[in-house]
């Protein structure tokens, strides 16, 4: 939004100074970088929400693209294991798990100090099981039950309502120093 607005200024400031060559070049140029960079933020946001893969591909490989994503950072070191089945879940169930994968992930790297991530999906006949390890400080259900239940913990209050959309079950175990683990279950229908 901010850089729509500054394009519109850039445009403004076009429009009053029509004869000055010189400028106006210079606020073009500009402003076209502007344009491009708002059309890549957009594209990026869009992916964000929909990302490509998991639409043609499904879960395991939206989360295969994301561990990637984040291994390229250079920041966190994110292994991925799956042993799920081919089944796929429901489009609803697996944009629902994938957000909150994300959003788990997002917390992890936000708050925990983490270096490595281990994320493993599994299946039974009637869950999806996905297990979230990391070596950084983390959090158990009761700490997320306080935090929901103060001002704060958006991202977390988030995470419960999507697995409430998708009758699904997440709980926070940190049992000592670098050892958190975070289980998210979810049936297939």
Known sequence: ?????VIKLHLT???????????????VK?????????????????????????????????????CKQINATGKVKIDFANATTS?????????????????VINNILKHSSASEITLTLCSSVDFITVKVTHNGIGI??????????SKGGIGLKSIQSRIQL????????????????IVIQAPFS
């Open 13 to 27: 400031k076009l429009a009053r100074n029509p004869n000055e060559k010189e400028l106006s070049g210079e606020i």
């Open 1 to 5: 939004g901010s850089m729509l607005n």
């Open 166 to 181: 998708i009758k699904g079950s997440i709980h926070y175990y940190y049992r000592e120093k670098n050892s958190a683990e």
């Open 87 to 103: 089944q796929r879940l429901a489009s609803k169930v697996e944009l629902q798990l994938y957000r909150v994968i994300r959003e």
């Open 30 to 66: 500009e402003s076209m970088g502007m344009v491009d960079e708002t059309i890549q933020t957009v594209r990026g946001i869009s992916q964000d929400l929909m990302p490509p893969t998991l639409v043609k591909l499904g879960l395991e490989k939206g989360v295969l693209e994301l």
């Open 140 to 149: 158990s259900d009761e700490m997320v039950k306080e935090l929901t239940q």
